[in-house]
């Protein structure tokens, strides 16, 4: 429904990830991720590196507001 707002978020989502936790770790996640794979696996890839996805975000928007 809000197709607009995806793109930028993401990309501001991604300057985040890399601004806080470096381009090696952002490379890693780009590298493992997969379309084909089911959300359950993209999360445990994404938390593997980052940590709890929700927390992960949740201080992502300490940074915006």
């Avoid at 793109?7 to 890693?28: A, C, H, M, R, V």
């Avoid at 980052?50 to 992960?56: A, M, Q, R, T, V």
Wanted: positive net charge; hydrophobic residues 30%.
């Amino acid at each position: 429904k809000n197709i607009q707002y995806y793109y930028p978020l993401s990309g501001e989502f991604t300057k985040f990830l890399i601004n806080d936790f470096g381009l090696g770790k952002y490379k890693e996640l780009y590298k493992n991720l997969d379309r084909e794979n089911s959300k359950e696996k993209n999360i445990k890839i994404f938390e593997g590196i980052y940590g709890n996805l929700k927390d992960c975000f949740s201080n992502y928007l300490t940074t915006v507001s």
